[in-house]
């Protein structure tokens, strides 16, 4: 459906699994996921920050650039099926950009926090 995360990000996520680990990864990580609505001109995950959680895009785009002089300028964009935050998630680093609400007047997504993120990917 429209409002379902993509099949090729939930594969993503469990690489080289037989369809019963696959179906059970899967409800592992519907359990953890929450919702997320951010409006046009919000900062989702500000450069230089530390990470808290995963974000899979649902609707909406989400500009991801920097912040210099107060100024910010994106030069990337993401949408339905990307993700934000997972390689700082999994290196355990701050975010390297900023990433915010753009040309849409809102983004859905959901989110995995950190320590469920973490879990998954050991388990």
Partial sequence: GSHGLPA???????PNAGEDKYRREI???LKVLEPRQYASGDVIQDQY???FE???IMKGRV?????LYNEQAFGVVLQRGHVVNDYAVMTQRVSEFRYGVIIEPQVEG???RRIAFVKLLES
């Fill in 8 to 14: 090729c990000a939930l594969k993503s996520l469990i």
């Fill in 63 to 67: 500009g991801v650039g920097y912040r």
């Fill in 110 to 112: 959901l989110a995995i």
């Fill in 54 to 56: 995963v974000l899979y």
């Fill in 27 to 29: 409800v592992k990580l």
């Fill in 49 to 51: 920050d530390e990470v």
